[in-house]
């Protein structure tokens, strides 16, 4: 081939050329003219690192799929938006949150109620709706706070004793489930009534007025009333009325 200048020759683009293409080089160490490939050539201007690698070293690409190690972002932007500002000690507390966006929705619209932190904590170690709760402790409140009564009449009285049970006392008082009639509170008269007037019967002499009490499940309460000594004829007639508290299933 004639000797020819260098800006003579074809030349070879990066399109076109191939890694086993030779490179004229001058080695200075060697003093001599050798050649190169062009792979080689690549290699020595990239540190030998690899565009658009997967290991340690390689060079990021702007659209290839890498995981980065120890790299720094200052002031990122994520698909066009604002800039972060957020520390990674900040997103760090992120770590194990399982929260979904309903999730995050629900605390902003506690916050925007203008409920605090400290506020929040107070439902700490609750187990079950606090309403219900409220209402049963007011329910509790009431009840044991309340004097009940019960009253019956006997017109022309037939027989000479009567029993009262606890059951029969609690139906008629409408005592809520749960509680029981306090025996200690029972305060309890006995009339006889003639026309629409009525005396009170000592129960002293021949009538006789009984309590009796129980014990269930570790809860002292009434068993019944027991009235002995009744007149029982068609010309009489009884009003009997006791008035009673309650206590609950735990002695309250």
């Not at 702007?62 to 200052?74: E, H, R, S, W």
């Not at 506690?110 to 309403?131: D, F, H, K, R, W």
């Not at 008082?173 to 509170?185: A, M, R």
Request: proline share 1%; hydrophobic share 40%; charged share 20%.
């Amino acid at each position: 081939m004639a000797d020819k200048k260098i800006t003579e020759l074809n030349l070879l683009t990066y399109a076109t050329a191939a890694s086993g293409d030779l490179l004229i080089i001058e080695d200075i160490d060697g003093a001599e003219t050798k050649a190169i490939t062009a792979e080689d050539l690549a290699k020595y201007a990239l540190d030998n690192r690899t565009i658009g690698g997967t290991t340690a070293g390689d060079i990021v690409t702007i659209d290839g799929t890498q995981t980065l190690t120890n790299k720094a972002l200052t002031s990122p932007s994520v698909n066009g938006g604002a800039a972060l500002t957020v520390t990674s000690d900040e997103l760090n507390k992120l770590g194990g949150v399982t929260a979904v966006t309903a999730d995050f929705n629900a605390i902003a619209g506690i916050a925007a109620a203008g409920v605090t932190p400290t506020e929040l904590g107070y439902v700490n170690g609750v187990t079950s709706g606090i309403q219900a709760q409220l209402n049963s402790l007011a329910t509790a409140a009431g009840a044991t706070a309340r004097t009940f009564t019960y009253a019956e009449e006997w017109d022309d009285n037939a027989a000479t004793s009567k029993t009262i049970t606890e059951a029969t006392i609690n139906t008629a008082g409408s005592v809520p489930s749960g509680y029981f009639v306090d025996h200690t509170s029972i305060i309890c008269a006995l009339y006889t009534r003639d026309g629409d007037t009525y005396t009170q019967v000592d129960l002293d002499g021949a009538t006789t007025l009984k309590i009796t009490r129980k014990n269930v499940g570790g809860v002292v309460r009434l068993d019944k009333i027991v009235l002995a000594g009744l007149t029982n004829d068609s010309a009489t007639d009884y009003l009997f009325t006791c008035s009673y508290r309650v206590v609950t299933g735990q002695g309250v």
